[in-house]
Nanobody, 124 residues
Framework: QVQLVESGGGLVQAGGSLRLSCAASGRTFTYYVMGWFRQAPGKEREFVAAISWGGANTAYADSVKGRFTISRDNRKSMVYLQANSLKPEDTSVYFC?????????????????WGQGTQVTVSS
């Protein structure tokens, strides 16, 4: 079992930055692919970024590539999403998710554990 708690969301102006954090419980954190997803009102949950066990493999949605960076600290059981050059269309609830293998994938149903989400609002 893995429990995930996100933090770091908030209100920011377009062009600004936020750093989202995800704290994971469970002794086997190292052996989970970790991902970030987001969901805006009335829209489906969409992939943002994911990272493999050791951090060697990452994946990003085209919409955030070059602006967002995912990272993890296995000693602290933490995953981060550094979001720069934020746009109003990045406004969403951001979710942290964990996947019980080392294959980086982008589809929500393949992730086994989810946090409650943190709201990010980008004003124009």
């Amino acid at each position: 079992q893995v429990q995930l708690v996100e933090s770091g969301g908030g209100l920011v102006q377009a062009g600004g930055s936020l750093r989202l954090s995800c704290a994971a419980s469970g002794r086997t954190f190292t052996y989970y692919v970790m991902g970030w997803f987001r969901q805006a009102p009335g829209k489906e949950r969409e992939f943002v970024a994911a990272i493999s066990w050791g951090g060697a493999n990452t994946a990003y949605a085209d919409s955030v590539k070059g602006r967002f960076t995912i990272s993890r600290d296995n000693r602290k059981s933490m995953v981060y999403l550094q979001a720069n050059s934020l746009k109003p269309e990045d406004t969403s609830v951001y979710f942290c998710a964990a996947k019980k293998d080392n294959i980086v994938t982008t589809t929500p149903p393949e992730y086994h554990y989810w946090g409650q989400g943190t709201q990010v609002t980008v004003s124009s």
